[in-house]
């Protein structure tokens, strides 16, 4: 349901050496806006730096980045990964948390995606009743980090595209709330603006610490941000 790769902990940066522009044709059975993201991906060096390293897509490098800024991974942790397919976050996440004792990485999507060494896949929706108490006996206990890329299609008009990240969001801090051990973390996207007044204040109330941070590679046209809820206090 997102997007993503790898990376080790001081994975690429993504800024490539930029190759010269490509320009690309409008074909005759292409939408305009199909040739202008075509073109976009053929000139984003992060793109091409994912391409080198061998990631899955250039979404890993934004983990990466929150993670060296805020340093919610590390070895030994319990991490989920929510919506995870095809699996990028996921990979970053098994490669920071493997190493030490303990350290597990559960991915979570209704949508199938290939293996991720160190990582063990669940093909279901979280929201189901029983889907946390399936994830924590696959984790060997409560998540220490629970992540979430997921974002719904846009529908190209602001305010609903915002609701409906939000919404999510909104589902997935219910979800963590449920699953997350104390000191725990929470990592989600949301959309400019950052999270509403409400959700916000939620966010305070369960966490010692909620920052919003724009990573390199999401690009600067584009309205996503993330929010980082640090030191769950614990309680649903």
Known sequence: MKKASAGGRRG????????????????????????????????????????RLGFRSRAAFKLIKLDDRFHFLAPGKRVVDLGAAPGGWT???AKRVAGAAGGRVVAVDVTPMEPVAGATIIERD??????????????????DVVLSDMAPPATGHAATDHLR???????????????????GAFVA??????????LLAEMKRAFKTVKHAK???SRPESAEVYVVALGFRGGK
Do not use: H
Request: charged content about 25%; hydrophobic content about 40%; glycine content about 10%.
């Open 12 to 51: 690429g940066k993504g800024s490539g050496s930029r190759r010269p522009g490509v320009r690309v044709r409008t074909a005759r059975r292409r939408k305009a806006s199909s040739t202008r993201w075509l073109e976009r991906q053929l000139n984003d060096p992060y793109v091409a730096e994912a391409e």
């Open 91 to 93: 990979l970053v996440a």
């Open 126 to 143: 979280f929201l189901d009743e029983d889907a946390p108490a399936e994830i924590e006996d696959a984790l060997g206990g409560p998540a």
């Open 165 to 183: 990240i939000m919404a999510l969001c909104e589902t997935a801090l219910a979800f963590a709330a449920r699953i997350l051990t104390p000191g």
């Open 189 to 198: 996207k949301v959309l400019q603006g950052g999270t509403e007044g409400a």
């Open 215 to 217: 990573p390199p590679a």
